[in-house]
């Protein structure tokens, strides 16, 4: 790397300097395009020399990590990539930097939510389907919320079953999108769709969409509606989490998301929490849940959501067991 280096090119070369750990926290605060951005770098960066590395380090005014970079880039970038979006994410991470993309399909992912509502609204559902599954789950979930109600189960079926689109399929679709989006063509064919992610789609989605599409589906296909049920895990689950594990999750969620989330929840869950909680910080969430005025329902689910997002987080990263299952058994 004697040439004058880019921006991406040095973050890519710092991020590689101050290890895993630092690296995963940084990326932690990017967004998908920033990361992909850095990751096509990422990759390249495996014979860098000391004094680039050193030249780049006094740029950002950080102290040298001492001896030459030791790991190959790509092993560097699933690293991180699992450290801050965990295994699942950073494996479809990487399998978007590892093949061609189709800018038509990708750029969608940048625009507003309603804006690409509009857009697909009109299209036909395989077609909205494919879109929905290039998109991270709470983009599709926006949109699909966003889409005419006519669509959502049809659209929801499509993409629950959906597990691989042909390459001149994509092309065709990123070419439509190019009039209204500006982008080139790919080449690569694309995993997308899948229980999983319709999974993960729902439980971001308010209650009664959430209801009304699992309901279509199981009308259609009652093995699948099992196996999506299966993998969604909503605020009431959290009753199944063991004294150990409900601990770990209330040092990591917010104190005023807490009290808000529980004005919605069942009292086995209120319960739940007051009872791995020390009597005096259980009455204090009693009185301020008491003394709260009343409380939008677009704010309860946004605080549930929150809270879930911190008890996927600890899962991940292997710190509680979602769903029970012997933590306080694993002494």
């Not at 689109?165 to 990123?174: D, G, N």
């Not at 969620?253 to 791995?276: C, H, Q």
Request: charged share 30%; glycine share 6%; net charge negative.
């Amino acid at each position: 790397m004697n040439k004058e280096l880019s921006g991406a090119q040095k973050a890519a070369i710092l991020l590689r300097a101050i290890g895993e750990e630092a690296a995963a926290a940084v990326m932690k605060t990017l967004d998908p395009k920033d990361i992909r951005k850095l990751g096509s770098f990422m990759k390249e960066t495996a014979n860098i020399t000391k004094q680039e590395e050193d030249s780049v380090i006094a740029e950002f005014e950080q102290a040298s990590s001492s001896g030459e970079v030791q790991f190959e880039g790509r092993e560097f970038m699933e690293a991180i990539l699992k450290k801050a979006l965990g295994p699942e994410k950073a494996a479809r991470m990487m399998e978007s930097l590892n093949t061609k993309t189709y800018p038509g399909i990708d750029a969608l992912k940048w625009v507003d939510p309603r804006t690409v509502a509009q857009i697909l609204k009109i299209e036909h559902p395989q077609t909205i389907a494919v879109c929905l599954g290039q998109m991270e789950a709470e983009q599709a979930s926006a949109v699909l919320a966003l889409l005419p109600v006519h669509l959502h189960a049809d659209v929801s079926l499509r993409l629950a079953t959906m597990q691989e689109v042909q390459p001149e399929v994509l092309s065709e679709l990123s070419d439509s999108l190019q009039e209204i989006l500006s982008a080139s063509m790919g080449m690569s064919s694309m995993s997308v769709g899948g229980a999983e992610l319709m999974a993960d789609i729902l439980t971001r989605v308010d209650k009664n969409t959430e209801g009304a599409i699992m309901a279509k589906i199981t009308e259609r296909d009652q093995a699948l509606a099992e196996s999506i049920r299966a993998l969604m895990f909503v605020f009431d689950d959290l009753v199944e989490l063991d004294s150990r594990g409900m601990q770990e999750l209330m040092k990591e969620i917010s104190k005023e998301d807490l009290p808000v989330a529980l004005r919605g929840a069942t009292p086995e869950i209120k319960e739940k929490f007051l009872k791995n909680m020390s009597s005096r910080a259980a009455e204090m969430l009693k009185e301020d849940m008491e003394t709260r005025g009343p409380v939008k329902v677009s704010d309860v689910e946004k605080a549930q959501q929150n809270i879930l997002k911190v008890c996927r987080k600890l899962e991940e990263e292997g710190r509680i067991v979602i769903g029970g299952g012997g933590g306080e058994e694993l002494l």
